[in-house]
């Protein structure tokens, strides 16, 4: 079934929204929304009706219903200020008011003679210019000498670049022009030059029997060097779940050897030639040290590309994700900083609401306003915008684990890690890992964990505090108060009054649990 308004097209069975000849980007729940109120155009919708249908009778606040109705009236180029095309009806719901005409599969007509609808159109002699570096990913080449088997070199392609396109920081050419390449030998700077490209990701697949083998590499095409290459051998069980590890592996692998080497290039400029994007570049890999002094060094360097460009989603919603991971460390005071964070996080969702970064902003920001549920939906939107958000991940395994559902917490995390092995922020989701446990009442597993943490980073307080508290359910004594004594160095101000402000447990058991651990340890 297709519905058809203004210029837009809503195809059901594709689960796609087009204006004119041209896809517009939806998160899947805001498509789901749109087709029930267009569906519904005749009435108007309340909440509880949207609750039932989109949200599956799952409670959510009312700022997370506001949000994607917004974003459902901008992906129509419509407002709250218009309605052109979604009416509020004051204290009754919404209403879908375009002139809709439907068309079912029976009614599409048949192909004119002689088109063929699958001929890629003739590729740009310009690039369309964008301030964001652009990459393609060319065709992997079948080497199994079997035509057959091109269906999975192409798959592998092609869900690279759909996992690349999520990450939105980077300009990822169409399969139709990058396909283009298929089968001709042409060199990556012709490539680079036809395409307007800065990076190429190509590769190669040799199928043989129940094993596949698969090489991948990333190039930069201005100095010419191969910035990344690995191989994977991998048995055919399941051919899509291979194609799916395989996917996630490349990229997982990619987003930081493309980040280091743009940051490498802001460096090398002088700085009253940075950019907005420089700046967030190099505010990037100060982010990742995980220091406080980098920390800080990081919010100076986004604040001047916020300065640069107001309307920078990107630059505002790492902004207030170091502002979250500042509280979160103890580096900053929760009081002073969140109003900020939350202002730039709701900023960089109304300017690009398909940023995951964004929703991992205001996810953060929930998590210290106490509203867990929100939270959870930011990061799960998150992921759906991008699977391979491996920090996303980790963070989402700890708001599951505030919410009393640790062994969730557990696998989110384990997914995290799963995806970057080699990840800065290893120790932090050590930490996570011990509080879900102790969250499941796994005592020795938490202390493990916890120490794995502190192992990797003694001024960790977060770990230091799942420590003492594992410990002292677990009924080893001595080591908790040695815990308790080593945490004191690091935070001099841990009390129970501490905890119960700022850990937000959503069970009150949770956090009596939580608290009693301390108090066995003689904290007051």
Known sequence: MQFYFDDYTLDVKRRELSRGSSPVAVEPQVFDLLHYLVKNRDRVVSKDDLLATVWHDRIVSDSTVASRINAARKALGDSGQTQRLIRTIARRGIRFVGKVRMLSPSDEPAPVAGFRADVDPARRSVPLPSDRPAIAVLPFVNMSGEPEQDYFSDGISEDIITALSRLRWFFVIARNSSFSYKGKSTHLKQVAEELGVDYVVEGSVRKSGDCVRITAQLSEIATGSQLWGERYDRSLADVFAVQDEITDAIVAAIEPQLYAAENSHARRKPPEC???????????????????????????????????????????????????????????????????????????????????????????????????????????????????????????????????????????????????????????????????????????????????????????????????????????????????????????????????????????????HYLEAFRRVGLE
């Open 274 to 512: 940075l950019c907005a994007w420089d700046l967030v570049m190099q505010a990037l890999s100060h982010f990742w040290q995980l220091t406080a002094a980098d920390n800080c060094a990081a919010q100076s360097l986004l604040e001047k590309a916020i300065a640069i460009d107001p309307n920078y989603a990107q630059a505002l919603a790492v902004v207030a994700v170091s502002h979250g991971f500042g509280v979160l460390m103890g580096w900053e005071d929760r009081e002073v900083v969140v109003p900020a964070a939350e202002r730039a996080a709701l900023a960089a969702i109304q300017i690009d609401i398909e940023d995951p970064w964004a929703h991992l902003a205001i996810a953060f920001v929930y998590i210290h306003l106490r509203r867990i549920d929100d939270a959870l939906a930011e990061f799960e939107w998150a992921l759906r915008l991008n699977p391979n958000f491996s920090l996303a991940q980790g963070y989402y395994g700890m708001a599951l684990s505030l919410a009393g559902r640790g062994n969730e917490g557990i696998e989110a995390v384990y997914r995290s890690q799963q995806l970057s092995p080699r990840d800065p922020f290893s120790a932090i989701m050590s930490g996570v890992i011990s509080f879900a446990e102790f969250v499941e009442h796994n005592y020795d597993a938490a202390m493990r964990a916890a120490r794995e943490a502190v192992r990797q980073r003694a001024d960790y307080a977060g770990a230091g505090r799942v420590l003492v508290a594992a410990a002292a359910m677990a009924d080893e004594t001595d080591v908790a108060k040695a815990a308790l004594q080593e945490l004191r160095r690091g935070q001099p101000n841990i009390s129970l009054a501490w905890i119960a402000s700022n850990i937000p447990f959503v069970r009150d058991a949770d956090r009596e």
